[in-house]
Structures are given as C-alpha cells and as structure tokens.
C-alpha cells in the first residue's frame, strides 16, 4: 500500500491527459535519465537539488515527484517541496513502476528545444478547425502542459518559425506534418510515442472529420460539425483553441471510457410496472 505520500502508477494514469493531470516533474539524476531518455507523459526535468525553484510556480497545484525508482531522490524533493507549502507526492516505484506496467513514454529526443521561460514553442496556420486544434489539445495534455501556440497567416508559417525559435507544424514540407492519408495528430502520436488505445480511437475520429471521411469513425461528423461551430464562435484563434481543448476533452474521455455506453430516454414507457 502507498504511503499518504504517494500516488500509485494506476491512479497516475487515469489522470494524464485529464483537466485533472498533475504537475509532473521527472528529478532522475543525469545518468538515470541517460539510460532511459524518455519521459511519463506530460512531465519535465528538473535538477532535484534546484528542487525549491519551482515552489512559486506549482504552489496550489498537485504536484508528482519521480525518479527512477520512488525512493531517495523524489520522496526527498518532495518533503522539501512540501516543506514550503506545495502539495507534492511521489510516484510509488517511481521511472521504472510507470515502465513495467507498459504505459507509454514519450521520447525525450523527439520535443522541440524549450524557450528561456522552459516551453515548447510551436506555429502554425491561423483559424484552426480540426487538426489544428488536435495537436495542441494532444501536445498540452501529454507532452508540454506549457506549450505556447502562435497562428499565423499560412504564408509566413515558416520565417515565423525561424525568427522566433518556434516548430512549424500542419504546413506543408515540415517534419510534423500529414504523412500519406494520415493527420498531423496520427503524426505526432506515432512521434511521441503515444499509441494507446484510447488515442488511436480518437485518431481515427479526427482523420475521419479532418478528411471528410465519416465512415473511418460514425463520431467523425459529430466533430466536424462541433469544430465548424467552434471556428464560427470565436474569431480569436487562441479563445477558439479553449474552446477546442474542451471539445477534445470530452472526446478522449468517451475514448477512453465511454465507447461501449449508450442512451435512451425514456428507460420505460409512462406507467409501466404500475
């Protein structure tokens, strides 16, 4: 049983990629990083002994601690974390726990260089619809909590790119691009190593709408219609980019959770069973 400090792998799973994911901070020393280089999705290094730097940042938020395996260096940064105020756990077998229950980790090789204040830093074309919204919903919620987001008219995607240290994504000629019939969301799962059941579902549904292909998945048309009505709502691409993060929100949770449940109303006729 964890102790009232720790957080299980299971129940550390059920919130990545939830409105409900913690803070999540790998404190692996350099060599333990060294032999595994990838990353519990949506967390990101830090130097344990810096530990206290972060207690501004993250105060009033829940925070997990890992390091390769639960014990010295996390329940240590914890307690300090915890010592000025921030509600800091750790993961119960830490790095390799995540690792042997097969859970997916995100190559650390394969994020984009992060900016002085530590975030990604991506652009693409302005009024996002679908896969545009896709990506960054997917990037928040498992590989940068951070990321910044910069849309921009389709023509100067690239110089953008190069003037502001920013990736270029869903543009043409770009490493995080379409690939054959395949999104630029199907892209970045398979990149970062996120393959789930759950996201490959969700994949097919954003191809589905993204290619007007309804009979990759019936819930395709529901998000094409859901994201037209969004890009209407707000002329604003980042007010429309909440607005999507809500929508992908709920998608991934049916994904995950609700595929088999149905609905009907009425259970029973009026006056039966009387």
């Not at 940042?57 to 390769?68: K, L, S, T």
């Not at 990736?167 to 996120?194: K, N, Q």
């Not at 529901?222 to 809500?246: C, H, I, K």
Request: aromatic content about 8%.
């Amino acid at each position: 049983m964890p102790s009232p400090t720790e957080i299980t792998v299971s129940q550390l799973s059920r919130l990545i990629g939830t409105p409900a994911t913690p803070v999540l901070v790998d404190v692996r020393i350099d060599g333990d990083f060294a032999d595994d280089p990838r990353l519990v999705p949506s967390s990101r290094r830090h130097p344990f002994a810096e530990i206290s730097s972060l207690a501004h940042e993250i105060e009033g938020r829940h925070v997990v601690i890992y390091c390769q395996k639960g014990k010295k260096i996390s329940q240590g940064a914890a307690a300090v974390l915890r010592d000025q105020g921030v509600g800091a756990e750790t993961l119960e077998g830490g790095h390799f726990a995540w690792r042997d229950a097969g859970l997916p980790l995100v190559p650390d090789d394969k994020l984009p260089r992060r900016n002085d204040d530590g975030r990604t830093v991506w652009v693409t074309r302005h009024r996002p619809k679908i896969d545009r919204l896709a990506c960054p919903w997917l990037i928040r919620c498992f590989v940068d909590p951070a990321a910044s987001f910069l849309f921009v008219a389709p023509s100067e995607v690239l110089d953008v790119a190069d003037r502001f240290g920013a990736t270029p994504f869903d543009v043409e000629d770009v490493f995080w691009s379409r690939r054959g019939d395949r999104c630029t969301f199907d892209t970045m799962i398979a990149e970062f190593a996120l393959e789930t059941e759950p996201l490959r579902r969700l994949a097919a549904i954003v191809r589905g709408a993204d290619t007007n292909r309804h009979d990759l998945a019936p819930e395709s048309a529901g998000l094409l219609a859901a994201s037209l009505g969004v890009s209407r709502m707000y002329r604003d691409d980042l007010a429309a980019l909440d607005a999507g993060t809500a929508l992908y929100d709920a998608f991934y949770r049916w994904s995950r959770d609700a595929v088999g449940e149905g609905h009907d109303w009425p259970t029973a006729p009026a006056g039966a069973g009387q």
